[in-house]
Nanobody, 124 residues
Framework: QVQLVESGGGLVQAGGSLRLGCAASGRTVSSYTMAWFRQPPGKELEFVAASSWNGYSTYYADSVKGRFTISRDNAKNTVYLQMNSLKPEDTAVYYC?????????????????WGGGTQVTVSS
C-alpha cells in the first residue's frame, strides 16, 4: 500500500511559477515510474509528465513541454513538478501517481496509486 500526498498548489497570476510536491509513504517508490496528471474544470483527466525511477528519463505532454519540469528525490520518496510560465489553461487539480509496471506511460489506468490532488489556479 502506498499513500501519496500532494502539496504546493495555490493561486498564481499568469506568467508565474509554482512547485508541486508529492510525498510517498507506506512503501518506497524509488524503483518506479512517477507521474503527474491534471483535471481541468469540466474536463477529463490528462497526462502532464512522468519520470523513470532514477529521473534520467522523462516525458511531457506537448502542452507543458519547456515550461514544466518533473524531478524526484528518491532519498525523500518525493517527486516534484516545477511549473513556470503558467497560463490560465493550466488551471486544474493536479494529481501524482506511481506505476509499478509501467515506463513513462501517459495512460492513467497504468498507474497503481494516486494522491488526493492539489488545486492550481492561474488567473489572467
Amino acid at each position: 500500500q502506498v499513500q501519496l500526498v500532494e502539496s504546493g498548489g495555490g493561486l498564481v497570476q499568469a506568467g508565474g511559477s509554482l512547485r508541486l510536491g508529492c510525498a510517498a509513504s507506506g512503501r518506497t517508490v524509488s524503483s518506479y515510474t512517477m507521474a503527474w496528471f491534471r483535471q481541468p474544470p469540466g474536463k477529463e483527466l490528462e497526462f502532464v509528465a512522468a519520470s523513470s525511477w532514477n529521473g534520467y528519463s522523462t516525458y511531457y505532454a506537448d502542452s507543458v513541454k519547456g515550461r514544466f519540469t518533473i524531478s524526484r528525490d528518491n532519498a525523500k520518496n518525493t517527486v516534484y513538478l516545477q511549473m513556470n510560465s503558467l497560463k490560465p489553461e493550466d488551471t486544474a487539480v493536479y494529481y501524482c501517481a506511481v506505476g509499478f509496471q509501467v515506463l513513462l506511460s501517459t495512460t492513467a489506468s497504468s498507474y497503481n496509486y494516486w494522491g488526493g490532488g492539489t488545486q492550481v489556479t492561474v488567473s489572467s
